[in-house]
């Protein structure tokens, strides 16, 4: 399954529909633009803390279970900690495929 939610992952990167940078990841969340934050299973205490208490403040679901090398793999870059999802079509896909 984690195959296959990398994939997604990829293509919904080429469509557009993925924020990955910090800043504009805790943006999407506050704006209510956010369906899904892909948390990486390895991130870091104050980082999971940090996105949790948002996601779970603005009722955003959270996907766990893919490790942050891998995350960066699949939208080719370098290793990432956090991805949000802004399509409700791959968020409801990347939900079931994860978790």
Do not use: W
């Not at 991130?43 to 208490?53: F, M, P, Q, R, W």
């Amino acid at each position: 399954m984690i195959n296959k939610s990398l994939a997604l992952l990829g293509l919904a990167r080429r469509a557009g529909k993925l924020s990955f940078h910090e800043e504009a990841n805790l943006l999407a969340i506050r704006t209510g633009r956010a369906r899904l934050l892909v948390l990486a299973e390895d991130a870091g205490e104050s980082t999971a803390k940090k996105y949790l208490d948002k996601c779970g403040y603005y009722q955003v679901p959270v996907a766990r279970g893919i490790s942050r090398e891998n995350l960066g793999a699949a939208l080719g870059s370098p290793p990432r900690t956090a991805i949000v999802v802004l399509d409700e079509g791959f968020a409801k896909k990347l939900a079931e495929l994860i978790t």
